[in-house]
């Protein structure tokens, strides 16, 4: 590390307890330049976590962690908490493989009382250990801390009126990166929070309420009437006014890098029992300048130039799927005015911003509210409109009863589009795409495509969208796409697989883009042995092929499948199963898929290695399966 003045004395909690004022500002700056130093090495979410630093020192200043609680939201915003925590010279190992993860996990510090990876986890989550705590008669403090983004997701709104019915007694911290404060209401909207976060303000103004009520006739009116009053004072500066119907005690905004006013609301509403929200306002980059002109960029980045904050070129061997979906989109909506794209808060992610340019009507983006998506899709489909929900393959498990109840069981034609379906790499298990599968076949009714290159994912749209008898499940990975050197260009027909090479020695069937991976392990088995790999292509994991698997481990006796989801109720059991229903029992077979297990964080190609899924693992298994044969 840097001769740090004040980090490199700063392990853990403890030590920023013993800092002043000017060393605490200090150490924010140092923060930040050791954050943006090794994040520009391995990439991460920059921009949010370097917005949240202030707030960070302030809690741990004024808590007493790991005894308090602190339960942050996705986990965005958590570096500069990982750093703090005991995990400074671990940090350097951000998002690599056997490094410590992007997010948060208990079983990495017992500093992260709650996992995260995913949006508005975090109230309820805190709720929980509140309630734990009452319930065992303890006495720590609880603190939720989720932006402003988060806060509009339906889970964070339903444990928030939980929250204000029970009374709990716990703190959320809104982080709002999305306005500023002007200097003249800053500095009003400042002194005012003094005043209202303070604990002689909110008992005056308790027994106030307690005494005006008290008076015959008029007491309860004239309550309601001063409560108005007040609440329209306050509503100038503040837009906490729905979290004080819901039962909370509002605070903000406030300067969300004022650490000497973070720490004495903070430490003021310590004092304070019951539900209490405080608002406040962060700059997203703060502290590095390219961050903060564009912290849309630097919200996920890869790696960039520390001095110049241009990122750094990857090697491209592709088009990236997500591109080859969003260009072919755009043309199919040129030609058909029915075709609606939505969106749950991830525009530059699903690459879509093209399509919102171009059709501006006909573009949705929800936020963060992929449940709502989904039945806002269904209605769109139910007045005969063909919607595209985009939303990547993690995310989607978040609105699984809508695509049964609202879209499947009505049969509505609603094309679902799973971006980074499979292995996603440094992000890790939080949001690998491993489950789509097997949660997408189970519903009745539901086409499951798998494209195994750009032109068959292009082709696959096209079915989908002219498909009108229910939804269709298209999902494609991160990363650069690949052709086929033997594609037509015949459509995609619904159920129907494509033989890419024949054989007699072995079956080979893969769903989706591991094809090269497959097609370069048979040539290397073909090289060293006197065998011939057929290679089918499966196309759908809903409805099977079978037919064309039938004829051809009628005649190899020998099948392995391969797919980049997970084993439990993925494509290779259903197949196997299905050949076993159509009277083929005496076969040898073995799924390569991602294991019973939560895959890990690292590069794409570390972790496909681990779950056998590269070349050399499918390899492996054609010579095991081979092998024993003789």
């Known amino acids: 590390m840097k001769k740090y003045t004040v980090l490199n004395r700063v392990n853990l909690p403890s030590d920023i307890k013993k800092l002043d004022a000017a060393e605490l500002n200090t150490l924010a700056a140092e923060v930040r330049s050791y954050m943006t130093d090794v994040v520009s090495r391995t990439g991460g979410h920059l921009a949010s976590s370097l917005g949240a630093v202030d707030v960070t020192i302030a809690l741990l200043k004024c808590f007493d962690t790991p005894n308090d609680k602190i339960i942050w939201d996705v986990g965005h915003q958590s570096y500069g908490y990982k750093i703090l925590t005991g995990r400074k010279h671990a940090f ?132 309601h009437v001063i409560k108005h009053l007040e609440e329209g004072v306050k509503s100038i500066f503040s837009r906490g006014i729905i979290f004080e119907d819901l039962g909370f005690m509002c605070y903000g905004p406030i300067d969300g890098h004022d650490i000497e006013l973070l720490c004495f609301a903070i430490n003021n509403m310590k004092m304070i029992k019951g539900p209490k929200l405080l608002h406040v306002i962060t700059k997203k980059g703060k502290g590095y300048e390219p961050a903060e002109k564009n912290p849309t960029l630097f919200h996920g980045i890869g790696g960039f130039d520390r001095e110049t904050g241009e990122p750094l070129k990857p090697k491209i061997c592709g088009t990236a799927y997500s591109k080859v979906f969003s260009e072919k989109l755009v043309r199919l909506a040129s030609k058909n005015k029915k075709i609606i794209a939505i969106v749950a808060a991830m525009i530059e992610g699903t690459n879509l911003i093209k399509f919102k340019e171009k059709f501006p009507s006909r573009f949705f983006d929800v936020g963060i509210a992929e449940e709502h998506a989904v039945t806002f899709a269904a209605g769109l489909a139910a007045e005969g409109f063909k919607p595209v929900v985009a939303v990547y393959s993690t995310f989607m498990q978040r609105a699984y009863d809508q695509i049964i109840h609202d879209t499947a069981m009505q049969k509505l034609p609603v094309i679902f589009a799973l971006d980074r379906a499979g292995i996603v790499g440094e992000d890790g298990p939080t949001h690998h795409g491993a489950f789509d599968i097997a949660f997408m076949r189970s ?70 883009h591991p094809l090269p991976e497959v097609i370069k392990a048979a040539a290397q088995a073909e090289k060293n042995r006197r065998v011939s790999i057929e290679i089918i292509d499966a196309r759908f994991a809903k409805p099977i092929d079978i037919s064309t698997v039938l004829a051809s481990v009628s005649k190899t006796k020998r099948l392995i499948t391969v797919e980049e989801g997970g084993i439990e109720g993925g494509f290779g059991q259903a197949l196997i199963s299905g050949l076993h229903q159509a009277g083929l029992n005496k076969f040898e077979s073995h799924i390569i898929a991602i294991k019973d297990s939560f895959a890990g964080q690292g590069k794409m190609s570390a972790i496909k290695h681990d779950c056998g899924l590269d070349s050399a693992g499918i390899l492996k298994e054609i010579n095991k399966m081979l092998f024993k044969s003789r």
């Not at 690599?96 to 993860?101: D, E, L, T, V």
């Not at 009714?445 to 939804?471: F, H, I, Q, R, W």
């Open 92 to 223: 350097k190992t951000l998002r690599q493989y056997g490094g410590i993860s992007g997010f948060l996990k208990r079983d990495e510090s017992r500093y992260d009382a709650f996992g995260a990876g995913h949006t508005s986890t975090s109230i309820s989550a805190a709720m929980g250990f509140a309630t734990a705590r009452d319930v065992n008669n303890k006495n720590n403090f609880v603190t939720a801390v989720i932006g402003d983004a988060s806060l509009a997701n339906g889970m964070a709104l339903e444990a928030m009126n939980h929250i204000g019915s029970e009374k709990t007694d716990m703190l959320i911290v809104v982080i709002d990166n999305e306005m500023s404060i002007s200097p003249t209401v800053g500095a009003l909207s400042t002194h005012l929070n003094r005043i209202i976060s303070g604990k002689f303000y909110n008992d005056l103004r308790a027994s106030a309420k307690n005494v005006i009520e008290k008076i015959p006739k008029i007491g309860v009116p004239a309550s």
């Open 443 to 512: 519903v009745p009714g539901m086409v499951v495509m798998a494209p195994s290159d750009a032109a068959e994912l292009e082709k696959m749209l096209e079915t989908a969208a002219a498909y009108n008898e229910g939804p269709v499940s298209i999902r494609f990975p991160r990363g650069d796409s690949w052709t086929f050197d033997g594609n037509g260009n015949k459509p995609v027909k619904i159920g129907r697989s494509r033989t890419i090479k024949k054989g007699v020695s072995l079956t080979v069937v893969c769903l989706g």
